[in-house]
């Protein structure tokens, strides 16, 4: 089974310009989170989406935001980007069943660098 | 505001030895724990997740939980320099049965020959 596939891989912006990042799943699986890791802060959640709908949300500013096409396919946008806004962007894929375990599967990133 | 609590390190540990690494939480509605591990320059792994009290081994890993503690630790047994990586704790957050796993900031540990 493919993974959790993740493009661009590497992306350099400068200040106030806008991004979008994409996030396929693994075959089957019906959510997608998004995170952010940082030196500094860490992991953090920012927001998942599971059948097209945002289910979750980190405590991101609106910059952030997300969508989800019918083939679970994800995309994430930050706009007005600001120097704090490097770092690594992940997502992860699970199966999404509300109350269940799932176990989330991490794609291998997208190195964000703002100028 | 909840939280995952662990030892940034680094944890040095000579190869074949084992190695403990502990984590602790704040919630204690929390269901769902997971290990992950990641390698410099990577995205994490998962390696473990446990939901009951007790041990869960797999293979040279072992997972043991205590709720009424708070606290979720992962033993590596025979560790080898392969396992030299920054090993995350995460919990997901049980409110709404949804998706959001907290992440502690990760523990580095470092296995030498």
């Known amino acids: 089974k493919a993974g959790v596939t993740q493009t661009p891989r590497y992306l350099i912006k400068t200040r106030g310009q806008q991004v979008t990042l994409s996030c396929s799943p693994i075959?089957?699986?019906?959510?997608v989170s998004w995170y952010q890791q940082t030196p500094g802060q860490g992991l953090q959640f920012l927001f998942e989406?599971?059948?097209?709908?945002?289910?979750n949300k980190g405590n991101f500013p609106g910059r952030f935001s997300g969508r989800q096409f019918s083939n679970s396919r994800s995309e994430m946008n930050v706009s007005t980007l600001e120097l704090g806004d490097s770092a690594l962007y992940l997502c992860?894929?699970?199966?999404?069943?509300?109350?269940?375990?799932?176990?989330?599967?991490f794609g291998p990133g997208t190195r964000l660098t703002v100028l | 505001q909840k939280e995952v609590e662990q030892n940034s390190g680094p944890l040095s540990v000579p190869e074949g030895a084992i190695a403990s690494l502990n984590c602790t939480y704040s919630?204690?509605?929390?269901?769902?724990f997971f290990w992950y591990r990641q390698y410099s320059g990577k995205s994490p792994e998962l390696i473990m997740f446990?939901?009951?009290?007790g041990d869960k081994e797999d293979g040279r890993f072992t997972a043991q939980l205590n709720k009424a503690s708070q606290y979720v630790s992962l033993l590596i047994r025979d560790s080898q320099p392969s396992d030299s990586a920054t090993y995350l704790c995460?919990?997901?957050?049980?409110?709404?049965?949804?998706?959001?796993?907290?992440f502690g900031a990760g523990t580095r540990l470092a296995v030498h020959p």
């Open positions: 446990i939901y009951s009290n």
């Open positions: 989406y599971f059948s097209e709908t945002q289910r």
């Open positions: 075959s089957g699986h019906r959510s």
């Open positions: 995460a919990v997901k957050e049980e409110a709404g049965g949804y998706n959001k796993l907290i």
């Open positions: 919630d204690r509605g929390s269901q769902s």
């Open positions: 992860a894929s699970s199966s999404g069943l509300a109350f269940s375990y799932n176990e989330q599967f």
